[in-house]
């Protein structure tokens, strides 16, 4: 299992600073093509620790996923698999301007 995240994600960052295994990336911001947070589903515990913290409650366990955001557990595999993936980021500079 993995949690995802879909397209209700505001870019607020605050996923980030919780997860205890730091596999939560932000889509670099100058990408377009990557708009979203992604959590790498081969390395998330299913600690549950991002959903709580996430203002717009774009988190889910995979088999909560919206209907509408179904396509979004794929996206985020991708953004590991075939996208960016990890990068050495700023946080502060990825979030979306406050
Ligand atoms: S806390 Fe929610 S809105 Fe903010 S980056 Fe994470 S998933 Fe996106
Ligand atoms: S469920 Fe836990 S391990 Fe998975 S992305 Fe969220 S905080 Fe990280």
Redesign the pocket.
């Known amino acids: 299992m ?2 995802v ?1 879909t397209e209700l994600c505001t870019r607020e960052g605050d ?1 980030v600073e ?7 990336v932000p889509g670099p911001k100058d990408d377009p093509q990557w708009p979203l947070f992604y ?2 589903p081969d ?9 709580p913290v996430c203002p717009p409650e774009a ?1 889910f ?1 995979e088999f909560e996923v919206p209907e509408d955001q179904q396509h979004t557990t794929q996206l985020n595999a991708d953004y590991f698999i075939s996208g960016p993936g990890y990068y050495e980021f700023d946080l502060e500079e990825q979030r979306r301007p406050r």
């Open positions: 993995t949690y995240i996923c919780v997860c205890p295994v730091d596999c939560i959590i790498d390395v998330c515990i299913d600690c549950g620790a991002c959903v988190i366990p």
